[in-house]
């Protein structure tokens, strides 16, 4: 069994060995403590000189390895907990995200910073967070996230080795401890992948993944989810299907921005209904961009649409406070049961 | 000005800490608290040394290793496992937990080094309503890497806000010696916005006290920031199994750098049996009743759903 | 005459006056300058002591002004370009919005912190954003943006004197040399105002305006818009009307987050047809909550939705290629044309 | 190793900022130039004397007073005019203006600090992939107020960057003196972090050179940090008509500071007046051909819509 923990270590360990220009700079990411989660260890014994321990500098280090990206190296970021990404804010939107096309396409900024996000683990209001919807819609700024489907190893080592462009990589803490699963390995769904193209790029890297429940009427809504809440998502979709024969579709998609949507719209198509599951609080998540364009395309084709997120609250500490306030499977059924 | 310290209270304190903390480890496996920890095992002198020169109306400002400085302050132990346990009695009804807390004139936060310009707005604001309070923020070695202390250091220091900047150097930040994070000297970082500075290199709370004394009195005098740091010795993990140092080494700053050894040594034995009698108690019931209390309802959250 | 400028100085003189713990941080706010943008003119010398001029440091003096906010002042930060609120997210997301929840209801933030936002003035990339999006939807901040039409300097005296929670008050540029208009005086429109009730809080302070077209047929799209964009928006309702007998009402918030959208599910149940227009780049805008809340409530009745909004690049410097990058009365006329 | 310095070249490098920024401020009421711009009048020295002693490969990192910078560094005036004017034929096509260029290893930024960490990653990756090059990074007095300028140079110190932090200090950032905004004195922000510093007060090209090529040649030779904190006077406005500063006191730092008049004295009249025409014609020249130069194309807007 591969858990994704092990998958992105060893797509680091890959990339180290692939391409001697890259480079991880972050906070504890030395032997043996290897980072806060784990997902650098053995990286600065296998490659010394080229794991950079850093001071606690976020945003510093954010704008050093930007400098490093402008010049020819391709160097990771861990930002030791994704609460922190606030702090890197004016490195990302006024700075990194702006060089290529402000400068006239005359640059690359091929920089990956990876941060691990997400609540249910008691650490409370500044350790829980999903805050990667304030950049969503950064022109410029690529947002990946990994779910436990398909290929988190390789979302990361394309986007370290072969993306010229700044990424931000979302790892949702609850996944790490999910073994890898392989799309068409999958018990009761069936898989498809697809690749949106992305205006003007051509084809994308990140793919979305639609699960259809094998041998299961036409569903009945689709369900939209990312990271760890693909996983609640696909348990949710079991539910809905055995207990109350509400069938669904889950489309799941690593790339969340730019937004590319069109896995979404041939299932929505389908189904008529739309339900989006995020961590992340409620108000101007990622979800609005998947309802909003979703209208746009499909107008009263549109039958129902619902989004699953946070309480619109600082995460709490207290367990039983935390569990209430971020999604869970039972909020999923329930609000797709109100859909049909 | 500086409080003639009771030696036996300042020890009834440093073991307050001292087993408060021992307990958050050693319970901390049997699932009984939410999230982590960061505890204060080896530098209880500094909070109660610095804490003990504060005037009522002082403001404390924290950081995550904040249940030393939460509990010289005064807090109650109770209400701190009851925070840690997610109760509805906690310090912050269970909100926060371990690093946000918040009672009285004491503020923690988890973000390092964001707490710095907010204490440095607290001590402007006391000096702006003429109240007399000063205020203290505490900070890690390691927090030195962010940028807005130096903002707050350059403005605290242009509009003299009365403010003491206390540095606890414990030589490490998570597991990143300090050598691989801070250049140069930590006091001149400090002169060098026009701050000045002591610096001890103690674990013992009849040094430290009456340094921080002298300062909170210069800046109670005549409002203006003052700089405190402290060298000093990290006992523990630094939150709960993640001590990559040597042993060795750590067994060595258990053995000359222990805060309750150096000032115990002071106290006759029966003094100090009593004290260790009473507080262990009072850690224990504390611990106990915190155990009973109820949690928070789920349901009072905005926007909860019945289920 | 009063212009939006005139209007907010006025407000802040008046708050000052009116409770002296009001006071100001910013960059360049002492007289004869005023600010940048002359909206704390004539504060020093009327005020000396309470006007604190900072050094460039946008984070700490919006740390600062929190913890005086903390502990009983009302202070007003002024951030001299939006474009730099980047730089102080983490203080709004981690500290200022968390502090009331997260110390259990213990504490108030009165804190006001403004900033003039958006472009067409040819000030390039790192001067012209409309960035309020990326606040949009943390929860315990509330965002204003007053347009021309009522009362924007009420608005801000209030959000300075009456709140007790924190606001990011944006103050589009092009507003502060607008007119003032009283929505019963404006030719061609008529007004009503309302304000949306908020979860556990009563009503808002701040109003939303809804205009329609005095004497024609009931409106075929609902516009919405704010701040700057209200009167281009304002502007092509006149065209849509006299050029192409497309009749829109126009329904303007003051308050962005927290989203309270009634007025325009009021209209939209009328028109069926909703159009958002924003000067923030397009994904994951304002925008996107105002359809997703639509089509979650109103379902297949939410016939069309469109959003029109800057183009997802950097801000250009050259005036012809910013024209472009911005919304203009063109585009949301040329949408609307192909809504109906 | 600092290059043995041609006075003419100097001094017609001098001349030609000068004449760029005059002809820049004169012609922005015509209204060819978009947004706004922010003049190196006065300072001139600075940038002609430390670019002087860079190597062809070094990098670099300006802010929003950026034209003498990029004047000095070698870049065209009349790309320049046409950046300023929003034509394709700019620096950057016309999307980034006076504060946002790049040609070369020169890179510009407007955000006041964030430039920073940028120049201290380029030396860091130079030294990693051995290049030899190093980076020079301008900045004002003022963004010494931001904090992302200490996270650099605390790592900029621990990793040995090969950088040159170069503080052009004016004593005035847009309108406010120095005095309200810089606590302590400037160098020791740099010694603080383990960063050696050369102060000096001139505005004489022959004092800068010298003094920059001995940092950079220290730089090089053996990659590290250090810093040359100039002393400097801004002549014009901030940006077009904000000068706020008593007149007076201006016309006294044209007086006594102006780089021009200071160097310009070591050359014979006629060497002056023959540069003084070869420069005013470039400058014409330049500004005549950006003007005719033609506007990119909206259409190549992504997602541009055709009218
Ligand atoms: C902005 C930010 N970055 C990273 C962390 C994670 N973190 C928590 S404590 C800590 C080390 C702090 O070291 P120091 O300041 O020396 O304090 P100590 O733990 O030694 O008391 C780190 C990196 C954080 N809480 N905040
Ligand atoms: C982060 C940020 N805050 C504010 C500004 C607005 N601003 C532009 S230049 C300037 C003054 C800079 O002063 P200084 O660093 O001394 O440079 P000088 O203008 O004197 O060359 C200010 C406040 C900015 N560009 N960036
Ligand atoms: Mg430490
Ligand atoms: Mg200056």
């Given amino acids: ?340 | 000005m500086s409080p003639v310290p009771d030696p036996l209270e300042l020890y009834r304190q440093i073991l307050r800490i001292r087993r408060f903390e021992e307990t958050v480890l050693n319970k901390f496996s049997s699932g009984v608290f939410f999230g982590t920890t960061h505890t204060y095992l080896g530098q209880e002198a500094n909070a109660v040394g610095v804490l003990s020169c504060a005037r009522p109306d002082d403001i404390v400002v924290s950081n995550h290793r904040c249940h030393g400085h939460f509990l010289a302050y005064g807090g109650e132990p109770r209400a701190l496992f009851a925070e840690l346990m997610g109760r509805e009695t906690g310090v912050c009804g269970g909100r926060g937990g371990s690093q946000h807390l918040h009672w009285r004139n004491f503020y923690s936060n988890g973000v390092q080094g964001g707490t710095v310009p907010l204490a440095t707005g607290m001590a402007l604001a006391e000096k702006l309503r003429g109240s007399g309070a000063a205020a203290i923020v505490f900070l890690g070695d390691g927090t030195l890497g962010e940028g807005i202390v130096y903002e707050s250091l350059n403005i605290a220091s242009l509009w003299r806000a009365p403010i003491l900047f206390v540095v606890e150097n414990n030589r490490i930040a998570q597991t990143t010696p300090s050598e691989l994070a801070v250049a140069g000297a930590i006091a001149t970082r400090f002169e060098a916005f026009g701050i000045s500075c002591i610096e001890l290199d103690s674990s013992d709370v009849l040094e430290i006290l009456p340094a921080a004394g002298r300062l909170l009195d210069e800046i109670h005098a005549e409002p203006s920031p003052r700089a405190l740091v402290l060298h000093t010795a990290r006992f523990g993990p630094h939150s709960k199994g993640d001590d990559t140092r040597d042993s060795i080494d750590v067994e060595r700053l258990r053995r000359t750098r222990d805060p309750l050894v150096i000032h115990g040594a002071r106290l006759p034995e029966e003094q100090r049996k009593a004290i260790e009698a009473e507080v262990v108690e009072q850690i224990t019931l504390a611990f106990r009743l915190a155990l009973g209390d109820p949690a928070p309802d789920p349901q009072s959250l905005p926007g909860a759903t019945t289920p």
Same sequence: chains 1, 3.
């Avoid at chain 1, 080795?161 to 799309?183: A, G, R, S, T, W």
């Avoid at chain 1, 990312?226 to 024969?245: K, N």
């Avoid at chain 1, 699953?308 to 209430?324: D, R, Y």
């Fill in chain 1, 1 to 340: 069994m591969t858990t994704v923990l092990d998958a992105l270590n060893q797509a680091l360990h890959a990339a180290f060995q692939a391409d001697e220009t890259v480079f991880l700079l972050g906070e504890d990411v030395l032997d043996p403590y290897g980072g806060a989660f784990k997902v650098t260890r053995g990286l600065s014994t296998a490659y010394p000189g080229r794991v950079l321990p850093a001071p606690i500098s976020e945003a510093g280090i954010t704008g050093i390895a930007a400098g490093m990206a402008l010049r020819g190296l391709r160097p990771v970021v861990e930002i030791m907990f994704g609460d922190f990404i606030t702090l890197i804010a004016d490195q990302l939107v006024n700075h990194i995200a702006k060089f290529r096309w402000m400068y006239n396409d005359q640059v690359r900024v091929p920089l990956v910073i990876r941060t691990p996000m997400g609540g249910r683990r008691g650490y409370g209001p500044t350790h829980s967070q999903t805050l990667e919807k304030i950049y969503l819609g950064v022109p410029g700024l690529r947002v990946l996230a990994p779910s436990s489907i398909g290929d988190p190893g390789g979302l990361l080592s394309r986007a370290i080795l072969e993306d010229d462009n700044p990424v931000l990589f979302i790892e949702n803490k609850l996944l790490y401890l999910l073994p890898v699963q392989h799309p068409a390995g999958m018990e009761e769904f069936e898989a498809t992948e697809s690749k949106a193209e992305l205006l003007g790029e051509g084809d994308s890297y990140a793919p979305t993944f639609t699960l259809a429940l094998g041998g299961a009427p036409p569903a009945a809504i689709t369900l939209v989810a990312y990271g760890y809440m693909a996983e609640l998502a696909r348990q949710a979709a079991l539910r809905l299907a055995y207990e109350f024969e509400i069938f669904t579709e889950l489309v799941i998609p690593t790339q969340l921005a730019p937004f590319e949507i069109e896995a979404v719209l041939a299932s929505t198509r389908r189904s008529g209904r739309l339900l989006t599951i995020e961590e992340g609080t409620f108000s101007l998540g990622w979800g609005a961009e998947i309802l909003a364009r979703s209208v746009e395309a499909l107008g009263s084709g549109l039958r129902a649409a619902r989004r699953v997120a946070a309480l619109e609250v600082p995460v709490p500490a207290s367990g039983i406070l935390e569990l209430q306030a971020l999604p869970s499977v039972e909020h999923i059924v329930q609000t797709a049961k109100k859909m049909v």
